[in-house]
């Protein structure tokens, strides 16, 4: 039922700036922590940044590059990401959990999008 839809993700020059979305659908989406995970190509699944339901506490891995905002008009968390690396080439996921808060571990989300590319030139 809960469907999560990233978009925004594609090709970057380093130092540049993206901003991925994730649309919700079939939840309230006031009642659920959102988080960002990325997943580079031989490496760990990893959280870049988390809010918590109600719109309460964050978590940015990296907050001077990274930072998560939501949108409870048009049921979208963003990820805004600038000054981009090389080293930030990775599939983005959207991730929800019902009552979650800022969660950095991924097994504390139940509902994943699709995931998005993010590749950043070197």
């Known amino acids: 039922q809960v469907q999560l839809v990233e978009s925004g993700g594609g090709l970057v020059e380093t130092g540049g700036s993206l901003r991925l979305s994730c649309a919700a659908s079939g939840l309230t989406f006031s009642d659920y922590g959102m988080a960002w995970f990325r997943q580079a190509s031989g490496k760990a699944r990893e959280c870049v940044a988390a809010?918590?339901?109600?719109?309460?506490p964050t978590y940015s891995g990296d907050s001077v590059r990274f930072a998560i905002s939501r949108d409870k008009a048009k049921n979208t968390v963003y990820l805004q990401m600038d000054s981009l690396k090389f080293e930030d080439t990775a599939v983005y996921y959207c991730a929800a959990q019902r009552f979650g808060g800022a969660s950095t571990n991924q097994y504390d989300y139940l509902h994943w999008g699709q995931g998005t590319q993010v590749t950043v030139s070197s």
């Open positions: 809010v918590s339901w109600g719109g309460g």
